[in-house]
């Protein structure tokens, strides 16, 4: 397998940026190039560069592929879904519709637990088929890499059940998947009366379990008022730490959590939501370098018109990356597409910065950017193919899919 991409309108390669995740100001140098072109050998990316200097290089086995004049990105890389899950909850969406609040819902056991209740009931095979579509759904949209957590089980077997569905996944259709357990979703009806015994649970039983399982990389927590506090938070992640997962931690999504400040002092990989977080916690995480996982689809769902202050994070020189939290409670979607227009509408990101948050820093926020994200030689062949005449056209026109052709090491999908 030896083939050139030829006849590429724009391309956007990520090009200069080296091992580690893009920051503030650098976040908008997305190497744009006209009339490049790409060579592709075994699935690897081997060169890119003006098109008349790649050509020169091929030999009589080199396939040309002529993309008349379309868009070529590094596949869309998905740093935060809980994918696993069964059924739906339409009929609370009417609910939130009203202006119910979330955590209302969550203490008369919908939301969260509605869902674990279904995921509990579902069957592997059940939930095995409904994640695979909705993978689908990801992969035509031009994602070619997608972080899974668990956190609808809730109890050791089913936490342990959805990382197996990700690991078989993993070998039946064609994207990456990196697996987050994230037993510290919800605290379960059972423990209702006694929530710390939970957090022991998590920490003396189900973290002990995922480390022997060997799938899950990363450990996350809901670190939220009514949820679990930063003090819990800390012990869990720590534990994981000692469990070789590396952590996450889901921070001021509904207040002033707590979750940027253990997200710094722990230093975590990413935060995810930071819709409340205070100018204090930005420092903190920009220092730490743990990279700001912003979920605007989730924002736009909730309707409450809080977005998180993406330019204030720039300024405060944090790397961004951007993801559909697709779940099926606060977003109810697999489109990246979409989380561009929202991000660059309501986060004002330019389409540039958005770009950089849903490729190459989201494969840095789940611990593939050595992998995937950009077009360096030597990382895998993942591109999606855009029909469209520019890049900021691809937020412009909104709520489409623009995706003509999507690669994974180097295999057309599509
Ligand atoms: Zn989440």
Redesign the pocket.
């Known amino acids: 397998m030896d083939f050139i991409l030829t006849n590429i309108k724009q391309m956007v390669t990520n090009l200069g940026h080296g091992q580690e995740p893009v920051k503030g100001q650098a976040m908008k140098e997305v190497g744009l190039k006209e009339g490049w072109a790409i060579r592709v050998k075994d699935g690897i990316i081997d060169s890119v560069g003006p098109e008349a200097e790649i050509l020169s290089a091929r030999d009589e086995n080199t396939e040309i592929v002529d993309l008349q004049g379309k868009l070529l990105l590094p596949g869309f890389v998905e740093p ?3 994918l696993v899950y069964a059924g739906d909850r339409a009929h609370e969406w009417a609910l939130k519709q009203q202006g119910v609040p979330y955590l209302e819902i969550l203490a008369q056991g919908g939301g969260i637990l509605d869902t674990v209740r279904q995921t509990r009931s579902a069957g592997k095979e059940a939930l095995k088929e409904q994640t695979a579509k909705r993978l689908e759904t990801m992969k035509r949209g031009g994602i070619t890499t997608v972080e899974i ?1 668990s ?1 609808y089980g809730l109890d050791t077997a089913t936490e342990l059940l959805q990382l197996e569905v990700v690991k078989e996944l993993q070998e039946e259709q064609p994207l990456d998947l990196v697996a987050t357990f ?1 037993g510290a ?1 919800a605290t379960p009806p059972e423990y209702k009366d006694n929530p710390q015994a939970f957090v022991d649970l998590v920490i003396n039983e189900m973290l002990p379990a995922v480390e022997k399982q060997g799938i899950a990389e990363f450990c ?1 927590v ?1 670190c939220e008022a009514g949820v679990f506090s930063p003090e819990d938070s800390l012990r869990i992640l720590e534990a994981g730490i000692e469990h070789n997962l590396r952590p996450k931690i ?1 921070a001021d999504e509904l207040g002033v959590s707590g979750g940027s400040r253990i997200a710094a002092q722990i230093k975590a990989v990413s935060a ?2 930071l819709m409340e977080t205070d100018e204090e916690g930005m420092e903190l995480m920009a220092e730490a370098g743990v990279i700001g996982v912003l ?1 605007p689809a ?1 924002s736009f769902n909730l309707a409450k018109g809080t977005y998180a202050q993406a330019r204030k994070m720039l300024e405060k020189n944090m790397a961004l990356a951007l993801s559909t ?1 697709a ?1 099926p409670g ?2 109810p979607t697999e489109n990246m597409q979409f989380v561009l227009s929202v991000a660059c509408l309501y986060l004002k990101l330019s389409p540039e910065e958005a770009i950089m948050a849903a490729t190459l820093n989201a494969a840095h926020a789940i611990g593939r950017g050595d992998l995937v994200g950009s077009l360096d030689p030597g990382k895998q062949a993942d591109f999606v193919i855009m029909d469209a005449p520019s890049i900021d056209y691809l937020p412009y026109h909104f709520a489409s899919n623009h995706v003509s052709q999507v690669y994974k090491k180097g295999v057309p999908l599509l």
């Open positions: 935060h879904t809980h957590k956190g994230m979703h996350d809901f889901h995810e939501h979920l989730t939290d779940n606060s977003s």
